[in-house]
């Protein structure tokens, strides 16, 4: 158990709709960075936060966004979703913000699937 | 431009076979990261192993090692007398320093290990 976690587990929905994917991380962990895995892209980088401040963005749609909460609590937003939005979801943590040394532990992930 | 590219991607051995997974990294920056990381069939991401560039020196926890060399950017994985219990995904993963500074992680495609009895 890496001490992340997320919620749901798993998520059915219609083309068209929007979901919010909720992630904590490990407790002192100040960056969170969520990752999407499919199997045309294989594992991405979409987006980092730091204590609430957006850090950094990798290849994150319009369609999506993120946040990170006071509480360190992370949320991302999918909306206007399309059948190749079906993926699984990984959120991380770390301790530290900008420092590559730094482990990032994984929470489960969330499967989404877009009918 | 950052990139991890892992050629294989399934590879199928019997019990007891020693395997190797190969990685292989582009970057611009002279102080990155590599990592490991295994995904059993339930999904989750394990973390197996960091290396910083500046330490080339080879790893071994076990059964697993690790042979890191910057001349061919190139950082394999060798699990010896495989188990079945190995059979997974493999990720290899690098984080750039200077360039990036954020700590995001850039995985390659995966390697799939099926080991069988």
């Known amino acids: 158990d890496s001490g992340v976690t997320q919620t749901p587990k798993h998520l059915i929905t219609a083309t068209g709709q929007r979901v919010t994917l909720r992630c904590s991380p490990r407790s002192g962990d100040l960056s969170v960075y969520w990752y999407q895995q499919s199997l045309d892209q294989g594992l991405q980088f979409l987006i980092q936060y730091y204590n609430g401040e957006e850090r950094a963005k990798g290849n994150i749609l319009e369609r999506f966004s993120a946040q990170q909460f006071p509480d360190l609590h992370s949320e991302l937003n999918l909306s206007s979703l399309e059948l190749g939005d079906s993926a699984l979801y990984f959120c991380?943590?770390?301790?530290?913000?900008?420092?590559?040394?730094?482990?990032?532990?994984f929470g489960p992930g969330t499967r989404l699937t877009v009918l | 431009a950052q990139k991890v590219t892992q050629a294989q991607t399934e590879i199928s051995v019997v019990e007891k076979e020693d395997v190797t997974l190969d990685c292989v990294y582009e970057t611009r920056d002279t102080t990155y990261y590599l990592f490991w990381y295994k995904q059993p069939p339930s999904g989750e991401l394990v973390f197996l192993i960091r290396?910083?560039?500046?330490?080339?020196q080879n790893e071994i926890s076990g059964r697993y090692s690790w042979n890191f060399q910057k001349s061919t950017s190139s950082f394999n994985f060798t699990i010896t007398a495989s188990q079945v219990v190995d059979s997974a995904v493999y990720f290899c993963a690098l984080s750039e320093a200077r360039s990036s500074n954020t700590g995001k992680l850039i995985f390659g495609q995966g390697t799939t290990l099926q080991v069988k009895p």
């Open positions: 991380a943590s770390s301790d530290v913000w900008a420092s590559s040394y730094n482990e990032q532990f």
């Open positions: 290396r910083n560039s500046f330490d080339e």
